[in-house]
């Protein structure tokens, strides 16, 4: 099953958020220290991701470009909406308080090596181990999360579903289109491109930026078409200097 490794993705991050909302009586400055720490170890883990990057140029690119087309679609406003919608449902005490959970948990368990990698081998071969691993860490972040921030987090597991499982499902056909060789570089670049959203982030969560993370998520897509491009005119350059 493409999808299984999803699901329990999905179920940990509501169980991690059911059980941070049971962990919210707790002093202030414990919640302060609890996201400080929260917001370095992401952008450790960013830098890391960043790291990985073997053309950073396309990395460069890929933000710069997409940076535009998310400032012109306006993703992060559009992800703001969504998360007060839910606010004004939910009746939520501090306004802002669920929009700001939920798209910061949204962009942190939505962008990185793990969910994409994860559910490339969900449906392609049925190996669900990266996405078990990636549960286990999203469900304890989510506790931490919803500790500081608040219910928000929970919602958060509806954008990681249908993310994740469009990848897993569109996997089950994509190696018979996509080259292998292929596919690692542009597992690398986007590892590499995600990277600097997740440090981003962690700028964000220790209240030093406000980047808008989610206006510069068109960047993964076009770090796809840019390696594509990249890796095609390689090969006929190749070819066309064999012919010489």
Partial sequence: ??????????????????????????PEKTKTTIMQAMGLAVMILGIGMGLKSKQF???????AIGGVLGERLDLEG?????????????????????ANAFVTATLVFVIGAMSIVGALDSGLRHDHA????????????????TSALGVGVIFS???VLLYQGVIALFA???????????MKQMIVEITGT?????????????????IRVANL?????????????VYYWDRLSGFAGSLI
């Fill in 217 to 229: 998520l068109p960047a993964l897509l076009f770090t796809i078409i840019i390696v594509c491009i």
């Fill in 130 to 145: 990266v996405l078990y691993t990636k549960a286990l860490i999203d469900g304890f972040c989510a506790i931490f999360f």
């Fill in 157 to 159: 597991a509806v954008p």
């Fill in 78 to 98: 559009k992800l703001s909406q969504l998360g007060f919608f839910l606010e004004k449902k939910l009746g939520g005490k501090e306004k802002g308080g669920i």
């Fill in 194 to 210: 995600g990277g600097i959203m997740i440090l981003a982030i962690g700028l964000n969560i220790l209240g030093i930026t406000k």
């Fill in 172 to 182: 089950t056909q994509i190696d018979r289109v996509v080259p292998a060789d292929l």
């Fill in 1 to 26: 099953m493409a999808l299984l490794g999803t699901l329990v993705n999905g179920l940990a991050i509501v169980i991690g958020s059911l059980l941070g909302l049971f962990w919210r009586n707790i």
């Fill in 57 to 63: 140029l396309i990395v460069i690119a890929s933000l």
